[in-house]
């Protein structure tokens, strides 16, 4: 589960001591940490004998992925609202979620607009009922208490390292996380989106949420580390993509994952952290993302 990186590229970044905690190893259909964000959602679900769970997402929606690969596992109908055109409806991704079952609802981008609103979801609520709405990317409460199962396997690895890497889009995975662990460890975000602001705010508050009193571990979240954007990806990104794939027997994800540790090399390349401490970086999955890259050898991808 936890795998040290292999010295092939150490010469051209320096992520010695480097583990990857690997959860994008964990299951063949929903892998990574959206599996752990539904995992409220599924308990959920059995405990009001509820079938049918909904939520939102991008025609190459990690969260959809995994929503429609678990709920086929666990034998409950899925509905996805998607924003997507036209030419988009038979991505990989969608095209993977129907086959395992899902409603695929396409929307514009006014109606998706809508999806957090509460007259909105009443609505979906009702024209699916019984159904559970799930937040786009299971960010929420039950979502965060789900990740502190990754906390565990942190703590079950029994590795010296206290600082641990996570790559973030809405800071749920990290809150999760943050809450499980003690004081001893520091949990350090690195986020895949440009200028988003309100990532602190709504960790801070999954924390109150979570652990209103509890010791927990330190946590921060770094913004330089975005490469251009959300789902942009750079050159310096692509060549340390390939360097990375070329030496480890490991794929990474573009948005997420890659960018995480293209920041811990540059993080230690600075001399910003120090080279010899050992850490351990999550893989959060998302490879089945990589089929919308074509510079990417696919044959990695899942
Ligand atoms: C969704 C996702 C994340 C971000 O999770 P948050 O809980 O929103 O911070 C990280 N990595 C991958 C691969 C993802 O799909």
Redesign the pocket.
């Given at each position: 589960m936890l795998q040290p990186l292999l010295p092939a590229i150490f010469a051209d970044y320096p992520l010695e001591k480097v583990s990857l905690l690997r959860l994008d190893a964990l299951d063949a259909h929903a892998p990574?940490?959206?599996r752990y964000?539904l995992s409220g959602y599924v308990e959920q679900a059995r405990a009001s004998n509820v079938q049918t769970l909904l939520s939102f997402g991008g025609a190459w929606s990690?969260?959809l992925h995994a929503l429609a690969a678990v709920g086929a596992q666990q034998g409950l109908h899925t509905v996805g609202i998607v924003r997507c055109e036209a030419h988009e409806m038979d991505s990989p991704t969608l095209a993977d979620a129907r086959a395992w079952g899902m409603e695929i609802v396409p929307v514009g981008r006014t109606q998706y607009r809508q999806r957090h609103l509460p007259e909105y979801q009443a609505q979906l609520q009702a024209r699916y009922a019984p159904c559970i709405v799930i937040p786009e990317?299971?960010?929420s409460l039950p979502?965060a208490r789900g990740?502190a199962a990754i906390a565990d396997l942190v703590l079950n690895a029994n590795h010296r390292a206290r600082r641990v890497v996570?790559?973030?889009?809405?800071?749920?995975?990290?809150a999760g996380i943050v809450a499980a662990l003690p004081p001893e460890y520091e949990v350090i975000?690195i986020s895949?989106l440009k200028g988003a602001a309100d990532i602190e705010r709504n960790v801070e508050s999954l924390l109150e949420a979570l652990l209103p009193s509890g010791q927990r571990a330190r946590w921060q979240v770094m913004h330089e580390h975005h490469c251009g954007g959300f789902a942009k990806v750079n050159d310096d990104l692509k060549r340390f993509m390939q360097v990375f794939e070329s030496g480890q027997n490991v794929a990474l994800?573009p948005?997420?994952?890659a960018k995480m540790l293209l920041a811990v090399s540059n993080l230690r390349e600075t001399g910003q952290w120090d080279e010899r401490e050992p850490l351990i970086a999550i893989h959060?999955?998302?490879l089945q993302g990589r089929r919308g890259f074509s510079w990417l050898r696919n044959e990695l991808a899942v």
């Open positions: 990574g940490n959206k964000k990690n969260h990317g299971g960010a979502g990740c996570v790559p973030v889009g809405t800071g749920t995975t990290l975000g895949a994800d948005l997420y994952t959060t999955g998302g």
